[in-house]
């Protein structure tokens, strides 16, 4: 069961309907081996408290779930109220960082499981050789790992999830093996790491990847992700012990 705290999570929601309409969830959906791992992280945690504000819901749908969204900087809910709390690329769209984190392990009792990326990896992913703005705006969104593990305190873990070959959760490591996904711009769209740059700049990395493909240049240096069926970039689940 799902239900949605008073206030700004509404907006969430219908952000999310929004997103539908113009054609994002095509593009980005929930993809199950992220889902799995939040699911593990979460261990036997009845009642969650989920943090939206992502482009996709990794609400779990097995659990008893309350969510809000960003900023959670003042939550109307009593200390150790949920079991566990859980949030997915929703860290950028935080305000106050500290501060938010504070609250959510303050009305937490469990951990706090939060999938995120890692922007010391980002630019190590192949799209940098053809839109290195584009990654290099996009690492500069995402808070460092240090101190996202600071702000939670606690025993806090890091672990690298493998981003499977068919991914449906279409950020732009999600088509590691499938370079040609990214000349498509409802796809492009669908992640805000190119709504950070100028058309311009946009059009130029575009045509850059669309010659690599065309000459083979793309396939002579990375053809073989092609078959590999899982690929370790940026993507990190944060875990958060009391």
Known sequence: MTRTADGPAGDAERGRADGAADGSSRHRRP???????IRVALGQADTVLYVGAGAVSYEPRDRDVTTV???????????GSFDAAASAFSLPAWPDLERGLAEVRRVTRGP????TRDPARIPDHWLADYAPEVLAREARRWPALDRVADALGGQV????????FTCVDGFSEAYYARPERLLDAGARRADPAWAAVDEMTAARSVAALRTALEDGTWDARYGRLRVQPSYEGSLVLVVGQP
């Open 31 to 37: 993809e199950p081996v992220f889902e799995r791992a």
């Open 112 to 115: 706090v499981a939060l999938l």
């Open 157 to 164: 873990t890091t672990t690298r999830v493998p981003i499977p």
């Open 69 to 79: 969204e960003p900023p959670a900087e003042t939550l109307l809910f009593a200390d």
